[in-house]
């Protein structure tokens, strides 16, 4: 009798459910490919951090 249960989780890319366990080296995604997308994303700045702070007017040129 196994005390682990099994936890399925969605591929923060492409949505599809998988396994969430240690022998997959692309976790959380399902595949390279998710993880590669994912990267590629970000290096294209296609997801950003909203910066809500205020404008620093000591930067500004005058």
Known sequence: MSLVSTRFVAC???KKLIEYN???KFRPF???RCQLMDLGD???ENYKIPDNSPPNTDD???
């Open 12 to 14: 923060p890319y492409c």
């Open 22 to 24: 240690f022998d997959n």
């Open 30 to 32: 399902c595949s390279e």
């Open 42 to 44: 970000w290096a294209n």
């Open 60 to 62: 500004e040129l005058n």
